[in-house]
């Protein structure tokens, strides 16, 4: 759909509208220099483990940055291209949690 930056070709639901220009989510730069930033967007994998927290993208490098809480909680960098390209179990690909309260990256854990 016109003003969305990821998202996936599986369907057209919102929940599969990733990243859009409606977020105004930071740049990396901006992120990187703030003390706690905000988790604006939630990923979640409808099928088992694995939860990304997005709190700054780079639309030319498709580079998202914030929090995975897979094996263990963990922050730094990750490829757009890949989450988008998942498919878990029975072929279903990430989701968008649309009732995700943003909140600061230290209190993602768990959540």
């Known amino acids: 759909m ?3 930056l990821e ?3 599986f369907q057209k639901r919102p929940a599969y509208r990733y990243i859009r220009a409606s977020d105004h989510i930071p740049g990396l730069e901006a992120v990187c220099q703030q003390d706690c930033p905000l988790a604006l967007i939630k990923l979640f994998n409808p099928t088992g483990q694995g939860t990304w927290y997005i709190a700054g993208y780079d639309p030319d490098t498709r580079i998202a940055y914030g929090a995975a809480d897979i094996f ?3 922050y730094g960098d990750f490829a757009m291209a890949e989450l988008v ?3 878990a179990r029975f072929g279903l690909p990430l989701e968008r949690d649309l009732h995700w309260t943003p909140r600061p990256l230290n209190e993602c ?3």
């Open 2 to 4: 016109k003003g969305d």
């Open 85 to 87: 390209a998942v498919r």
């Open 72 to 74: 263990e909680f963990e």
């Open 7 to 9: 998202i996936s070709t």
């Open 109 to 111: 854990k768990g959540s």
